[in-house]
């Protein structure tokens, strides 16, 4: 069974900045896309940004310029760096791929707040 450990989210300021970070008891490079999905309380859990394994990336239109996402094949690490944030970033952020999901992990709560 494949085990994701996010971490790295905390409590920020608007305008703010977090560098998320996932790791896989796999090796992903073979996993294709991998992406950071989020959800915050009472709403769907939504895919925000993903990157293939070649690096070319995607991004939700309302994250666009603020994040960037990438990883690291060799190191089995999946990054997401969060840059401008703001109120309605607030959720619990959580990595895996975007085919044949595994299974999820704990997540890593972003709350961004004055």
């Known amino acids: 069974q494949v085990q994701l450990v996010e971490s790295g989210g905390g409590l920020v300021q608007p305008g703010g900045s977090l560098r998320l970070s996932c790791t896989a008891s796999?090796?992903?490079?073979?996993?294709?896309?991998m992406g950071w999905y989020r959800q915050a309380p009472g709403k769907e859990r939504e895919l925000v940004a993903d990157?293939?394994?070649?690096?070319?990336?995607h991004y939700a239109d309302r994250v666009k310029g603020r994040f960037t996402i990438s990883r690291d094949n060799a190191k089995n690490t999946l990054w997401l760096q969060m840059n401008s944030l703001k109120p309605e970033d607030t959720a619990v952020y959580y990595c895996?791929?975007?085919?044949?999901?595994?299974?999820w992990g704990q997540g890593t709560q972003v709350t961004v707040s004055s």
């Open positions: 895996n791929r975007l085919v044949g999901r595994w299974s």
């Open positions: 796999i090796r992903i490079f073979s996993a294709g896309p």
């Open positions: 990157v293939t394994s070649s690096g070319i990336t």
